[in-house]
């Protein structure tokens, strides 16, 4: 069936390194990619999103990158901050359904 | 701007009792979504609305229900919880008409335990 998974699931990282979380998914026909962020006891937020069309896309601090080849999503963080501690989430879905696909989520801890 | 509110914040239940979560966002999003996530895991999406006066299944409605009360609201009930039920659950909106590749927004959460 149709999965998105992610490989690392905690990733520790310095205060100002950068910090790279993967996802992949499995579902050819996906052509919506979005990422959220979960601190404890809140909902997720909304981080970035990309579509098929693009293979890179940047916001703030915050660039995901596409690799339809090989299924894979990546979400790279510049500068890590303490605030940016939390569990990532990828997602999937395509223009013909209704709702997005969750990945099992990445914790990503900043060390001071 | 609230975006989308959810109550109770925290609730629990005995085993074959009912309650209402309720939802709310305004944003003037059309569709609305229930979603639970169990410890470890991603969100799964129980029901969701794609507009006013319209429901569809998700990928686990089983001991839900759900009511598109008006474009604001819409909330999800527990006929007889279970403990299988225990969970956080959250709601969410998007802009347009239940497209998948719609953002969408997200509440802070309901934290259910079912004894």
């Known amino acids: 069936g149709e999965s998105v998974g992610l490989h690392l699931p905690t990733l520790s990282v310095q205060e100002g390194d950068n910090s790279i979380i993967n996802c992949a998914y499995s579902?050819?026909?996906?052509?919506?990619f979005i990422w959220y962020k979960q601190e404890s006891g809140k909902g997720p937020q909304f981080i970035i999103d990309?579509?098929?069309?693009?293979d890179k896309r940047q916001g703030q601090r915050v660039t995901v990158l596409l690799n339809k080849t090989v299924k894979h999503l990546s979400l790279q963080i510049a500068a890590t901050q303490p605030g940016d501690s939390a569990v990532y989430f990828c997602a999937e879905s395509n223009t013909g359904r209704r709702a997005l696909t969750f990945g099992s989520g990445t914790r990503l801890q900043v060390q001071p | 701007n609230a975006g989308v509110t959810q109550t109770p914040k925290f609730q629990v239940l005995k085993t074959g009792q009912s309650m209402t979560l309720q939802c709310a966002q305004d944003m003037n999003h059309n569709s609305m979504y229930w979603y639970r996530q169990d410890p470890g895991m991603g969100l799964r999406l129980i029901y969701y609305?794609?507009?006013?006066?319209?429901?569809d299944k998700g990928e686990v409605p089983n001991g839900y229900n759900v009511s598109r009360l008006n474009k604001r609201e819409f909330s999800l009930r527990l006929e007889s919880a279970a403990p299988s039920q225990t969970s956080v659950y959250f709601c969410a909106s998007s802009a347009t008409g239940g497209s998948g590749t719609d953002t969408q927004y997200f509440g802070p959460g309901t934290r259910l335990t079912v004894l």
């Open positions: 609305s794609a507009s006013e006066g319209t429901t």
């Open positions: 990309i579509r098929s069309n693009m």
């Open positions: 579902n050819s026909a996906s052509d919506y």
